[in-house]
């Protein structure tokens, strides 16, 4: 979703259809963080990564406190964001 708005209705209404969250910090209409919290109140253990650029609310010692299971930082390399899904998804399975 490019909304993070119906990306949380979408997840309201069918929370077992997904199995990973992946989001912005930086969004219109509901921030990553807010964004986790409400996901969050549904499915506690729901996995969820981050990307972002900059951000004064998040860096690589609290983001786990706000909620976020990884951090991947701007500019993305695709082969580090896809083994970074795969432990995520992984290690989701098996908790």
Avoid: W
């Amino acid at each position: 979703f490019s909304d993070s708005l119906k990306a949380l209705n979408s997840f309201k209404r069918q929370p077992k259809k997904y199995d990973l969250l992946i989001t912005d910090m930086t969004m219109p209409k509901l921030v990553g963080t807010r964004l986790v919290e409400e996901i969050h109140k549904i499915r506690p253990e729901f996995p969820v990564i981050v990307c972002t650029g900059y951000s004064d609310q998040l860096n690589k010692r609290n983001f786990k406190k706000l909620g976020f299971d990884a951090l991947i930082m701007k500019p993305i390399d695709k082969n580090k964001f896809t083994h970074k899904i795969r432990e995520i998804l992984d290690k989701s399975r098996h908790s």
